[in-house]
Nanobody, 117 residues
Framework: QAQLVQSGGGLVQPGGSLRLSCTAS??????????VTWYRQAPAKERELVAF???????QFTDSVKGRFAISRDDAKDTVYLEMNSLEPDDTAIYYC?????????WGQGTQVTVSS
């Protein structure tokens, strides 16, 4: 069945970098047609949109990560990446990727990112 598998994440010191991956498998329609969004949810906070990349590679970022995070996709590998630089303690959260196309939405399993010294 269709699924998104996330990888990357972990513990990093403030100022460090991490890269998250979101890889699709089992999709009936080519992953290249899907728009992909990264969300995060920190303890006791609402889920927040972090970054978005469309099927034509237009991108959007929440203000707090602009200039620090980058989003990209490699459709040959059915994968979207979230490159996170200059990480701050406030970036600590569970990160989720979501792929959407024609009303269908698929969620990754989530991955923990912890920024702490």
């Amino acid at each position: 069945q269709a699924q998104l598998v996330q990888s990357g994440g972990g513990l990093v010191q403030p100022g460090g970098s991490l890269r998250l991956s979101c890889t699709a498998s089992g999709f009936d329609i080519s992953f290249r047609y899907y728009d992909v969004t990264w969300y995060r949810q920190a303890p006791a906070k609402e889920r927040e949109l972090v970054a978005f990349i469309s099927r034509i590679r237009s991108t959007q970022f929440t203000d707090s990560v602009k200039g620090r995070f980058a989003i990209s996709r490699d459709d040959a590998k059915d994968t979207v990446y979230l490159e996170m630089n200059s990480l701050e303690p406030d970036d600590t959260a569970i990160y989720y990727c979501v792929a959407r196309f024609l009303g269908n939405a698929y969620w990754g399993q989530g991955t923990q990112v912890t920024v702490s010294s």
